[in-house]
């Protein structure tokens, strides 16, 4: 059973935000199914969205020990997936926070994520985690921004 397509615009470039497990799975673990994702982000000329905050979480991530990354490498996937991002502006300091507004998630380094893809109004935010998946379904991402795996967007990818 083919699934269901993702309500994708088709005329414009994506807007996306990768966040930290999705990062990995692409560029440390890179699996070799996510490897035509890439591609197909790039060829749809996807902007891959970032900020200061969300790059400095993925450094922090990347110096785990539990992962045993080692620094050469971690240099190397932080420059290469820099590259390919676009920077997003920080919030103005004498502004209200326009991400306040919205349903907190547990984990304050996955917030940051979901603030960026607020605040840049993207159309696909990429994750693994499991409490930022449960958004997805919840008022006011349903009928703003797609949440979704990597996997269950190369389903849609594959079936184009």
Known sequence: ??????PLPRDVPLRVVLDTNAVLS???????????LLGWLEGRRAALL??????????????????AIDPDRQALLLADYRARTVPFAEPDAASPDPSLALPQC???????????AWEAGV?????????????ATRPPWRDRT???????????????
């Open 1 to 6: 059973m083919k699934p269901a397509p993702l």
């Open 123 to 135: 159309h696909l935010l990429l994750t693994r985690d499991k409490r930022v998946l449960a958004m």
């Open 106 to 116: 547990r984990d304050r380094d996955d917030q940051k994520f979901l603030a960026l």
């Open 50 to 67: 970032t900020r200061a905050t969300t790059l400095d979480e993925l450094a922090r991530v990347v110096r785990l020990p539990e992962l």
């Open 146 to 160: 797609l949440i979704v795996t990597p996997e269950r967007l190369l389903r849609h990818v594959d079936a184009e």
């Open 26 to 36: 692409l560029w440390h673990y890179r699996h070799p199914r996510l490897v035509d």
